[in-house]
């Protein structure tokens, strides 16, 4: 199973993509750990973005198809995996339909976690965050949107969409995701 979680901040990704993990015992691959450094042993790219991040410095789409090319070659994930915090733009959807292409592999679906605006913004205001301020949150919200209805609009296009509330439980979510995968095999 090769799966790609979307949601907003706050929409329990990383919950849902760790309770996917576990179940059907696959790994995830986190962007943001990628970033920041837990590959880092594997090549000499994947230190690159340590300095870039270090700096302050914007990650290019180069790199970081680099670092999901890289991550994607490594044995563990042959029988599938969960990718978490990317794609972020329809460019890279693409960008990983090419490369898993490249590399033999297809992606089954893409989750899309969705919560209304106001649940992500309050699930994000207790989180206690340095930038938990109402009107940074309610930004990153937006852009959320902004960015992600062309990346539900691509993967529905093809076919590849599955909708779930995540304004539920994180069991009942869960359990709906996988009844859902399950039906749609």
């Known amino acids: 199973m090769r799966l790609v979680i979307l949601g907003g901040s706050g929409s329990g990704k990383s919950t849902q993509a760790q309770k996917l993990c576990a179940y059907f015992d696959i790994p995830i691959i986190s962007i943001d750990e990628i970033l920041w450094g837990v590959f880092a042993n594997y090549t ?6 340590q300095s870039l991040l270090e700096t302050k410095t914007f990650v290019s789409h180069e790199i970081m198809t ?4 890289t991550r994607l070659t490594q044995v563990d994930v042959e029988h599938g995996w969960v ?3 990317y794609p972020r ?7 990983l339909d090419f490369l898993m292409e490249d590399l033999g592999q297809k992606l089954d679906w893409a989750v899309y976690l969705q919560v209304p605006q106001a649940v992500m913004v309050s699930r994000c205001l207790g ?3 340095p930038d938990d301020q109402p009107e940074i949150v309610q930004r990153r919200v ?3 949107y902004d960015r992600t209805v062309p990346i539900l609009e691509y993967y529905d296009h093809q076919r590849r969409l ?6 539920q439980c994180p069991l009942t979510v869960h359990q709906n995701i996988v009844t859902l995968l ?3 095999q």
């Open 162 to 167: 599955l909708t779930i509330n995540g304004d």
């Open 127 to 129: 989180c206690f965050l």
């Open 66 to 69: 680099e670092f999901i090319r």
């Open 89 to 95: 733009s329809v460019f890279q959807a693409e960008e």
């Open 44 to 49: 000499d790219l994947s230190r690159q973005p």
């Open 83 to 85: 990718l978490e915090g």
């Open 182 to 184: 399950s039906l749609n």
């Open 142 to 144: 937006e852009l959320f």
